[in-house]
């Protein structure tokens, strides 16, 4: 079944004011707009339509709304995003949400961010990061279990979210920097390791049968090329700035 409908949250003028754990400088905001309104643009080529929601002012990471849910065909589950700045950013999606489906909740003091869950089919891997604890991560897994979905956590160390360093992208194949590529749960994956200096790809969004990709990463972009992927290039250089990429900007629909 394809997806039919991403949310995205616009970013604001504060967008510069946000979390990051990058030293890449500070993002130049209107070329942000521009790199989102082009992000935009690329869901709506790949069959979607798109909900641009408005900026929030008083949560500079807004425009990353994976964080603050989980979406499955039946039920979507708002998180309790796990940096203290982006805690009441979950209040602001709960009525859209609600709108498509039956809502569970992530409490305190469970923390969970939606960049920790790498959904592959009917499997969930749950990254336990900095922003992902072990209470949030069982009240996920217990939600799962209760509509007979099977999750597993993985520990992340070196990356902000379990899908900086993972991501699905269809066809039994995920791709995946050095630290998750060799992990026990992915053996019966075909798994696609990127090179050291192209880490920043692992982050891809597979949609619709289209894959986004991050531009200027050669080497990953002409592998999944010869692989068969209808590759769209996008330049994200002032959300990777904020530490986010490509999954992060959306929440995705069928
Ligand atoms: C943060 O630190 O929360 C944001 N600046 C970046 C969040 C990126 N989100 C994601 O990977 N899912």
Redesign the pocket.
Known sequence: MKHKLAIVRQLGRNFTE????KNLGKPDIDKALGQHASYCGALRSCDLEVMVLPALAEYP?CP?V??TAVITDHFAVITN?G?PT?QGEKETIKSILAQYRKLEFVQSPGKL????VLKINDNFYIGLSE?TNDQGAAQLRKILKKYALESYTIPVSTV??L??GVTYIGNSNILSTAEFSSHPEFKKLNVIEVPPEENYTA?CLYINNYLLVPKSFPKTLKKLKSLGYSTIELEVTEFEK????L??LSLLLK
Do not use: A, I, W, Y
């Open positions: 946000g979390q990051t754990t990471d990353f994976e964080d995003p940096h982006r961010d939606g960049g920790d922003r902000l979210h899908k900086t982050n904020m530490d986010g990429g999954t992060c």
